[in-house]
């Protein structure tokens, strides 16, 4: 019951964050992009797979806040059955300070059919700084948060979490970059590590090309589970 407490008002504390953000009077309106990508990989004959890969990320950045909504796709099938189905959806709001410092509230939801978990939620909060920019881009943020968890047998559980992230980024030439993220979200009911390296080509345009590698681990699993899931993409990105 204390543990269902907490996750509640770690929630109304976040909504209410986001609300307050978005409805600023004196933020005018500032600048909105993001990036879209999309994979597609089908074969037949003698083997019949089908794979879509797909990515959105919007942003909105003012002069003291920062919002950002992403959502990701995964699906691959083998002569019709499913081998992997993976749906992820997050937000997160900062709030820069002096220097180079900011605050930010942040929230996750992820339902993936061959993890052993029906669905995983996190919220969290923290302080968050960026120690370098123009041309390579460092920063890293931590912070508390909650984290609700269904099995597929049907387990609830609800977890108290520490979240820390990095990421950092290279601008190659004018054309290309590269960038790695690293998230690490640890409690009582297991670890998971997450990391993102990606390399980016423009093309023509806003169009453009990129290669990725993501590694998962979990430290607890349920029975029958791998600890640790690879993906390895190409992708089109249109940025906007």
Request: glycine share 10%.
């Amino acid at each position: 019951m204390e543990r269902t407490s907490i996750c509640v008002v770690m929630m109304l504390a976040l909504v209410l964050y986001s609300s307050a953000a978005f409805s600023a009077e004196d933020e005018p309106a500032g600048g909105f992009g993001g990036e879209a990508e999309a994979g597609v990989v089908s074969t037949k004959g003698n083997s019949d797979t089908k794979t879509v890969n797909s990515h959105l990320t919007i942003t909105h950045t003012g002069p003291t806040w920062r919002h950002e909504a992403s959502a990701s796709f995964l699906y691959a099938s083998d002569h019709g059955k499913s081998t992997a189905q993976r749906f992820v959806a997050g937000e997160k709001s900062s709030y820069a300070l002096r220097g180079r410092g900011y605050v930010f509230a942040a929230f996750r939801y992820e339902d993936d059919r061959f993890s052993g978990f029906k669905f995983r939620s996190i919220e969290s909060a923290g302080y968050g700084y960026t120690f370098l920019r123009d041309g390579v881009d460092l920063a890293a943020e931590a912070g508390p948060g909650a984290r609700q968890s269904k099995s597929n047998d049907g387990v609830r559980s609800n977890d108290l979490i520490l979240r820390v992230w990095s990421r950092l980024g290279w601008k190659i030439s004018g054309s290309a970059g590269f960038a790695t993220d690293l998230t690490v979200t640890a409690g009582r009911q297991g670890t998971v590590t997450e990391s993102v390296t990606s390399v980016k080509s423009r093309i023509i345009g806003d169009l453009a090309m990129k290669v990725s590698y993501e590694l998962r681990n979990n430290s607890r699993v349920p029975a029958g589970k791998r600890h640790t899931d690879t993906i390895t993409s190409a992708t089109l990105v249109y940025d906007f």
